[in-house]
Each structure stands twice: as structure tokens, then as C-alpha cells.
């Protein structure tokens, strides 16, 4: 699961177009990203005007840069996802990828057959809370565990063991809470432990990811950093 944290972690943009306008119908920035409205331009335009190549048979991934990201899309039946990323794609980015592809048009077939006929355009059905199936937000969440790119407060130690590298980068992450009145982000925490430490990169994830699982880092809700950081 470590694995996942680092493609967490690389995700700025998450976008959605549908395969018969070309149009983006759904998008989502990650958290503590600045929007970039120039850059979704530019992406909307290479789109349009074929300047960057967008997979073509259902299930097929094509990997791309733009100003500096990574662009790595997946066709589906009647969409191509698309993730902008800051780190060159790994295995496990396109894993990701063509899960949350597949459980998309999965929950939201329907509404991508017919968007245009049944729907009239409308990109506001893939927005609409149900009771009765997952919120794009939600599965987006399930997949790409975006909750990892939230501010974490500090928890209270369990008492589980710690290996001397875990312990460590915790007694870090208590440093960094008292410098930014409470709260640490994951990413700014891996990138002082490697510059500090000098630890393996993936010795520092795991320990990192360990410490969430262990309720040692709590991320806070969505809907707090929105009050708070927004």
C-alpha cells in the first residue's frame, strides 16, 4: 500500500472528458494544489487540436507531458481519464488509473451513454450526491488515497512498535506539527526525512504510511481543510 501513498502524493489534477465531445465533464485538483486555470487550458486546447494523442481502444494507456507534467490517460467505453501528475508515472500510477477508469463508467454508465441525449449536456449529474451509489469524490478517494494529501494532525501513540526508522521520521513529524500550529503534510514530511536522513525512499513511504495506519497522523476532513486552507 506504500506504494500508492507516493502516486497520492504526485496527483495535481484528475479530469474526465467524454469521447464524443471531447469536453472535460468532470475534474478534480487535489487538495493544497494551486488551480491552474492556464494549464487546463492548454490541456483543452492539445486536446481539440490533436496535439497530444489520447488512447484509442478501450483499456489502452498513453503517457504524454505538458508544461513540465506528466499526462497519463486511459480510454474507457464512452471516456478517457486523464491525471496530470508531477512525478514520472509508475506502475502503480496507471494501476490506479485503470481502476478509477473502470469504476467510473461502472457507477456513471448511464449518464455517459447519454449525456447528450437524456441529460442535455448537463456535466452537473456527475456531481449530484445519491444514496445509492459512490460519489465520483468518493471513489476517487477509494483509489488514488487522496486523503493522504490532506493535512494530518498528530494522534496519540498506540504503544505499537515502532522500527528505529518509523521512529524517527514520528519524532519529525512532531517537530513539523509545532511549526505549522498543528498540522503536517505528508509530502513535506517525506521530503525533510530524505534530506535529513538520508533514509531510502521507500523505507521512508512505508514508515510514513505506517505511521497513518497506526492512527499515529489523523488526516482532517475535506470539508476542514475547505474551512481552513481555503
Not at 507516493?6 to 469536453?23: N, P
Not at 491552474?36 to 483499456?59: M, N, S, V, Y
Not at 449530484?128 to 471513489?139: A, L, P
Not at 521520521?169 to 513539523?176: G, K, Y
Request: charge should be neutral; glycine fraction near 6%.
Amino acid at each position: 500500500m506504500s506504494e500508492y501513498f507516493t502516486v497520492a502524493l504526485s496527483i495535481e489534477y484528475i479530469l474526465v472528458l467524454h469521447m464524443e465531445s471531447k469536453d472535460v465533464i468532470y475534474y478534480t485538483v487535489a487538495p493544497g494544489v494551486q488551480f491552474d486555470p492556464k494549464l487546463l487550458e492548454l490541456f483543452r486546447r492539445a486536446i481539440q487540436f490533436k496535439e497530444l494523442d489520447l488512447p484509442t481502444a478501450e483499456g489502452e494507456i498513453e503517457q504524454a507531458t505538458l508544461q513540465g507534467k506528466y499526462l497519463v490517460s486511459r480510454a474507457g467505453k464512452n471516456t478517457w481519464v486523464t491525471i496530470i501528475i508531477n512525478q514520472k508515472p509508475t506502475r502503480f500510477t496507471r494501476e490506479a488509473l485503470h481502476s478509477f477508469s473502470i469504476k467510473f463508467e461502472s457507477r456513471y454508465g448511464r449518464e455517459c451513454r447519454h449525456l447528450y441525449t437524456k441529460f442535455s449536456g448537463d456535466i452537473s449529474v456527475f456531481r449530484q450526491d445519491s444514496v445509492t451509489r459512490e460519489s465520483v469524490d468518493g471513489i476517487i478517494n477509494e483509489v488514488f488515497h487522496m486523503n493522504l494529501t490532506l493535512p494530518h494532525k498528530l494522534g496519540f501513540p498506540t504503544g505499537k512498535k515502532l522500527s528505529k526508522t518509523t521512529k524517527k521520521i514520528w519524532n519529525m513529524s512532531e517537530d513539523l506539527a509545532h511549526e505549522t500550529k498543528g498540522y503536517v503534510l505528508l509530502g513535506d514530511l517525506f521530503t525533510k526525512a530524505k534530506k535529513e536522513f538520508g533514509f531510502d525512499s521507500k523505507d521512508i513511504t512505508d514508515s510514513i504510511f505506517n505511521l497513518v495506519e497506526a492512527k499515529y497522523l489523523n488526516p482532517i476532513s475535506l470539508e476542514e481543510f475547505k474551512q481552513k486552507f481555503s
